[in-house]
């Protein structure tokens, strides 16, 4: 299947679903950008700085890019004048330089926390606790350049379905709290970005309102 028909078949399949599908373009060329973009597919995902700089800067400008992997804080400034959602905040020290960042660029940046839920030690990613510390400490009041728009989860990289879906569905169960629970002029949780090409049928039975696809849409990584 080429790029084109299978964003049609994601789109097919998300039609009657809350989700959007986030196209991930890591490591594939801006040709295959454009193949997707030509079959009307804007959101396009990107896991490292020094890759999506240049997709940014080479590519049509009504993209809308996600920054998907760990973002380190040196590396905040190349993509803040740009970036429409940094998926995978972790600390409060990262969410202040995006802060600072914002304000430079006059602009107010939406990010995801990145939980932690899988039972594997290598993902980052808070625990519910650290989130919940995050989401009420009166320090998030000076950062009027952020905007935490949701949470973001990664599930353990197996083949055991019911324990991909008991993650799933606690990351979602702590959203749904959490929505409810905290609200402020830079906290308005509406995003759940969880599920990739391996698990995003699991993830939108469980509450997803963005899938990341990567290789089931360009093919196999090398
Ligand atoms: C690479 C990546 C994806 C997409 O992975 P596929 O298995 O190719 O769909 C999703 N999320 C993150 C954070 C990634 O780094």
Not at 28 to 49: D, I, S
Not at 53 to 72: A, C, F, M, R, S
């Amino acid at each position: 299947m080429s790029i084109s028909e299978n964003i049609r078949s994601f789109s097919s399949v998300l039609k009657n679903t809350p989700a959007q599908l986030i196209a991930v373009s890591k490591t594939y060329p801006a040709e295959a950008v454009l193949e997707a973009y030509q079959t009307g597919q804007r959101a396009f995902g990107e896991n490292k700085v020094q890759e999506i700089v240049p997709k940014y800067e080479t590519l049509p400008k009504d993209i809308q890019w996600h920054l998907i992997g760990h973002l380190q804080t040196n590396k905040v400034k190349y993509i803040a004048p740009f970036v429409h959602l940094i998926h995978a905040v972790d600390s409060f020290k990262l969410l202040k330089e995006i802060n600072k960042e914002g304000g430079k660029n006059n602009r107010v940046i939406q990010v995801l926390l990145q939980l932690y839920i899988a039972d594997e030690e290598t993902k980052f990613g808070l625990t519910f606790e650290e989130a919940e510390a995050l989401l009420t400490s009166d320090a998030l009041n000076e950062l009027p350049h952020i905007k935490i728009t949701g949470f973001m989860g990664m599930a353990t990289n197996t083949e055991a379905e019911e324990k991909i879906r008991q993650e799933f569905r606690r990351l979602k169960n702590f959203f749904d709290h959490c929505r409810t629970t905290y609200q402020a002029e830079n906290i308005a949780l509406q995003e759940l970005s969880m599920g990739m090409s391996s698990d995003y049928t699991i993830a939108l039975e469980e509450g997803s309102t963005m899938v990341r696809i990567g290789s089931r849409i360009f093919g196999k990584r090398n």
